[in-house]
């Protein structure tokens, strides 16, 4: 199982923008002195909800501070980004990084941000498979043109082309990784201070040689991942043989009837059964951790903060053309998260999450980790992660 936290660089009543984002980067860290697999990093205009407004640009700043962890974007919002543009950030984060880079893409919603940018609704309503096959493209081919409704440019040269080989990079070497860990030049505490999660060997392990434990890149460039909410979504990422991000509010059953609509689109796709089962243990599903000595107390940590953040962050929402919305009552949706999560004792996190992949057979996790809303808190919740939960999953 491979677990990861989820940043939304979220800003709480009475903090600052910049007390959310410090907040981030300290908990990137803090997740690879834990041991976690990855950090996912959000993306969000004009809100409190999060004030990261561009993940690529995050992502690129986290992965030269950080040595092993993975970094993906958890999304960046395709619905308002060029694809040519996001595909050269992502082959530059891919190429720079040792192959650390994930791209997360999705739609976003129907917010003001598409008038902002100028993208309008359409691009929103029916233009994310355009962008999304364009966006493809750009990572696995070396030259691009487009004929579209959306885009149309003649043929140009990829550059950088994310198809290249991925060279090693080792960030100073054992000793280098040793001296920015501050253990005095000592490269086997430097070792023993990155507990690594076990993975599944197969065909794209690192070479032996590595002391990276993540599966090597594939030859198409970055991994993919699609953010799912709908059946069409289901169907645009199976069609294209990408892996799923499910979102937080979706429960097990949920989960496996999304699964269930995935394999049925792709085998209408003509796609082969190897191919997806490979794919399939690169799903993503999102979800909250908070863990406490007691149920009750991790449960109270997250009803203290999340509700009014909730209100505070979702509540600045604005729609494109000021169109009804609804949404849900904070109080009840962060009650729903607990139900939901690993929320609760070490053994409570663990058992949750065992649940779930026997359940739904999902073993990649995005648990947000900063629901209290404090950033020690934040920390200490992500230690206990990394040294109470990640042992007891196998």
């Given at each position: 199982m491979r677990v990861g936290a989820f940043l939304l660089s979220a800003q709480f009543p009475g903090q600052g923008h910049a007390e959310a984002l410090e907040r981030t980067?300290?908990?990137?860290?803090?997740?690879e002195r834990s041991g976690l697999d990855s950090v996912w990093l959000a993306e969000h205009h004009f809100v409190p909800y999060g004030v990261c407004p561009d993940a690529?640009?995050?992502?690129?700043?986290?992965?030269?501070?950080?040595?092993?962890?993975?970094?993906?974007t958890a999304v960046s919002v395709l619905s308002t980004s060029h694809p040519v543009r996001l595909g050269e950030q992502a082959a530059l984060l891919h190429l720079t990084s040792g192959g650390r880079f994930?791209?997360?893409?999705g739609r976003g919603g129907p917010w003001i941000d598409l008038t902002v940018f100028g993208t309008g609704p359409d691009a929103y309503e029916q233009g994310f498979p355009e962008r999304l096959d364009l966006l493809l493209r750009w990572l696995r081919e070396g030259r691009v043109g487009a004929a579209g409704p959306q885009f149309s440019f003649p043929e140009v040269a990829v550059v950088p082309r994310a198809t290249e080989p991925v060279l090693p990079t080792d960030a100073g070497g054992r000793e280098g990784l040793a001296g920015w860990l501050g253990l005095d030049g000592d490269p086997e505490a430097a070792l023993r201070a990155f507990p690594r999660q076990r993975h599944d060997q197969g065909p794209h392990r690192r070479a032996a040689a590595s002391t990276d434990p993540r599966p090597a890149p594939g030859p198409g460039g970055p991994p993919v991942v699609v953010a799912c909410t709908s059946p069409g979504g289901v169907r645009t990422a199976a069609e294209r043989g990408l892996p799923m991000l499910l979102g937080m509010h979706s429960g097990d059953e949920d989960k496996a009837q999304m699964l269930a609509a995935y394999r049925t689109a792709w085998r209408a796709a003509g796609r082969g059964e190897e191919q997806l089962a490979r794919i399939e243990r690169e799903h993503v599903a999102a979800g909250v951790v908070q863990v406490g000595d007691r149920t009750a107390g991790a449960r109270d940590e997250l009803l203290r903060a999340?509700?009014?953040f909730f209100a505070h962050g979702l509540g600045a929402h604005r729609t494109v053309d000021d169109r009804a919305r609804t949404m849900r009552d904070p109080r009840s949706y962060t009650e729903l998260l607990c139900d939901l999560h690993p929320v609760g004792t070490p053994r409570q996190c663990a058992d949750r999450l065992l649940a779930t992949a026997e359940r739904t057979g999902i073993r990649r996790f995005a648990l947000l980790t900063e629901g209290s809303g404090d950033r020690a808190a934040t920390l200490h919740n992500i230690a206990r992660l990394g040294a109470e939960v990640l042992p007891q999953l196998g």
């Open positions: 980067l300290s908990a990137t860290t803090a997740a690529a640009t995050l992502a690129a700043l986290l992965l030269g501070r950080t040595r092993r962890i993975g970094v993906g994930t791209l997360g893409v999340m509700p009014g």
